[in-house]
């Protein structure tokens, strides 16, 4: 309960500190505001993937889990299996969360992305079907969730998601090296500090001037706190942008050092 409170509190603490989009006087970051967080249009696209979603939470059977992140809360170690609606319903992004990285690919249209745990591939398909011309490589841990997941790319028809299943930390760096350079990297898996810091910093190193960096959950725990303030002071970051949930950075030589906090 004291973790519940304390996480409102500090979700309370930011909407005060939230900016209006008539105080952005950078028009890099109006127009991520206007095309991104306040473009209201529900995209056909976004019924199809909330039908897997219901279809998901209507599973009752059980799957093995495995699970090589931060220790989940709704999933104890001592949980080996779990009903599908169950993970559906605790794992995988939100539709709010899916909508918001469709309309961020659709406006800045990456060629190459790489995300970082796949869970049933909500998030995958609301980026693939964002932008239809971008390769998403997508790794998760659980080999029982993966193959739910690829089922579902198939279902959709999605042949621009290639899923990996393994380790982070032993198919990142192969996948790096494939790609040479990475548009857009969403984090979404192994929610601790010095796991997602390792996973910037071997990115930072295949970024261009247009790649963007997405962070679930930046103030899940103290340690992902503490990650998010390492990368948004980080001298490669130029504009970084905390939405409670969720921490996008831009790279873009052009820009000024800037550091916003945006409703979402």
């Known amino acids: 309960m004291f973790e519940i ?6 979700y309370l603490f930011h909407q005060l500190k939230v900016r209006s989009k008539y105080s952005i006087h950078s028009p890099f970051v109006f127009n991520f505001t206007k095309y991104v967080l306040n473009d209201d249009i529900q995209y056909p696209d976004y019924e199809q993937i909330e039908k897997v979603r219901k279809d998901l939470l209507s599973r009752a059977r059980f799957i093995k889990r495995v699970d090589l992140g931060a220790r989940s809360l709704s999933f104890p170690y001592s949980q080996r299996f779990a009903r599908v609606r169950d993970i559906a319903k605790k794992s995988s992004v939100s539709s709010k969360k899916g909508q918001f990285l469709y309309k961020l690919v659709k406006h800045y249209k ?5 995300e970082l745990g796949t869970a049933f591939g909500i998030s995958s398909m609301y980026m693939a079907m964002g932008y239809r011309n971008c390769h998403i490589y997508t790794i998760e841990g659980c080999h029982d969730t993966i193959n739910i997941a690829t089922h579902n790319f ?3 028809g999605l042949g621009n998601i290639e899923e990996i299943c393994g380790n982070f930390d032993e198919v990142l760096p192969e996948i790096l090296k494939k790609t040479g350079t990475v548009d857009l990297v969403f984090i979404d898996g192994n929610h601790k500090k010095d796991a997602t810091l390792r996973y910037f910093d071997e990115c930072l190193n295949h970024i261009q001037n247009n790649t963007i960096f997405v962070f679930d959950d930046i103030h899940w725990s103290a340690g992902m706190k503490t990650a998010w303030e390492n990368i948004r002071q980080h001298p490669s970051v130029k504009v970084s942008i905390d939405l409670f949930t969720i921490g996008v950075v831009f790279f873009k030589k052009e820009l000024s050092k800037e550091d916003f ?4």
Not at 5 to 10: A, D, M, N, P
Not at 110 to 114: A, D, G, L
Not at 261 to 264: M, N, S, T
């Open 5 to 10: 409170l304390k996480y409102i509190f500090q």
């Open 110 to 114: 990456p060629r190459c992305v790489i």
């Open 154 to 156: 198939s279902r959709l």
């Open 261 to 264: 906090i945006l409703r979402f």
